[in-house]
Each structure stands twice: as C-alpha cells, then as structure tokens.
T-cell receptor, first 110, second 111 residues
Framework: AQRVTQPEKLLSVFKGAPVELKCNYSYSGSPELFWYVQYSRQRLQLLLRHISRESIKGFTADLNKGETSFHLKKPFAQEEDSAMYYCALGGGGATNKLIFGTGTLLAVQP | DVKVTQSSRYLVKRTGEKVFLECVQDMDHENMFWYRQDPGLGLRLIYFSYDVKMKEKGDIPEGYSVSREKKERFSLILESASTNQTSMYLC??????????FGDGTRLSIL
C-alpha cells in the first residue's frame, strides 16, 4: 500500500541549528516526492520536488530509494522557517494524485 | 501565477443541511482535487477530477459528492452535513504531470 510517514508531529530547534524533517514512504513503483509548506495563515505551497533537485530557501531533500526516504534538511534554521511541513508521494501520471503525510510542525526558537 | 480561489474562508452550517463548497482555478488545469485537513491526520483526499464531468473517489469519499460541469470549477457537496464533517477543506488544481496548487481553504463548522 502507498503510504507516507512523518514520525515527528513537532520539531523544535534553536535559530542557527541544523534541521532535518523526516519522511519515509512506501510505494512499489517509481515515486515522485514533494515537500509542501504551510506558513501561519497562508495557503499550502510547494517547497521542493525531488525531480527538480534544487534548493529552495536553503532547504534540500534527497530521494534515497534504498531507505525509501526523502528527508528535508537545512543547515541553519531561521525563525521564518517556522511552519507546518508536509511530505507527499505521487505515483506519476497525468493526474499526479498525491498521498500526504500527517505533517511536522517546525518551531524555530530565537 | 496560478490562482485557486475557494468561495468562502469560513462557513457555519447546521446538521442535515446540504452544503456546497466552490473552487475555481484560472490556469486551465485538467486536474482538480478536494482534501480535508485535520490536526494529526494531515491532508486526506476526498475526490478528484481529471476532466470535465469526470471524477474519482479519493480515500474518504463517504458523505461527499462532487460536480465538475466546467473545467475551471470544482464543487464539493456535503449531502447532509454532520458534525464529524467539521474541518478545513482545501481545493487544489494541477496541469498534467505538474505539482498541485492550493487555495486558501474553507474552514467549515457544522453545528
């Protein structure tokens, strides 16, 4: 069965500390992985897409098929990074239907 | 920039009412989606549509139906609202093989 697991509901770090938001997936085919972010009182927006292999706002994520993981990382957290982060799994195809994880709330303390 | 507009930010209805949530996108996207977002449960797909008049059930379709008469508009219908349908509802759209873009959400309270 297709599944996305984000084991941490809340991750609290201090400003300047490294951040790693964990995401593991279960999928039998060739997965597409995404990170979406929702800042307070804003709409959910795309942060990263694994096929783009780019860094957005200092965040990176590498797809590890051996460990079925797509962890989100940033070397130095900023207060403005505080938000809810969702990992999402797509099976590809024209509809690009997604399965979302339960989300991790990142709180960056000053 | 993609614009996905949900007709209401906040909505309060009574149990048993028929409730309509509307979503409009301006990018001529083929795909449109309805999710509900609940704390600790993430986003769960209710229904999606890949073309006009075409729809498919998501993971939690019970108690809901949808309508897509025009490409830009996707409506979610609660046939007979119940208190357990109190939630944040998110609409999204995407082009073929493109990421989904979300609206601001409708916070629906059923009393």
């Amino acid at each position: 069965a297709q599944r996305v697991t984000q084991p941490e509901k809340l991750l609290s770090v201090f400003k300047g500390a490294p951040v790693e938001l964990k995401c593991n997936y279960s999928y039998s085919g060739s997965p597409e992985l995404f990170w979406y972010v929702q800042y307070s009182r804003q709409r959910l927006q795309l942060l990263l897409r694994h096929i783009s292999r780019e860094s957005i706002k200092g965040f990176t994520a590498d797809l590890n098929k051996g460990e079925t993981s797509f962890h989100l990382k940033k070397p130095f957290a900023q207060e403005e990074d505080s938000a809810m982060y969702y990992c999402a799994l797509g099976g590809g195809g024209a509809t690009n239907k997604l399965i979302f994880g339960t989300g991790t709330l990142l709180a960056v303390q000053p | 920039d993609v614009k996905v507009t949900q007709s209401s930010r906040y909505l309060v209805k009574r149990t048993g009412e028929k409730v309509f949530l509307e979503c409009v996108q301006d990018m001529d996207h083929e795909n449109m989606f309805w999710y509900r977002q609940d704390p600790g449960l993430g986003l769960r797909l209710i229904y999606f549509s890949y073309d006009v008049k075409m729809k498919e059930k998501g993971d939690i379709p019970e108690g809901y139906s949808v309508s897509r008469e025009k490409k830009e508009r996707f409506s979610l219908i609660l046939e007979s609202a119940s208190t357990n349908q109190t939630s944040m509802y998110l609409c999204a759209s995407s082009g073929s093989n493109q990421p989904q873009h979300f609206g601001d959400g409708t916070r629906l309270s059923i009393l």
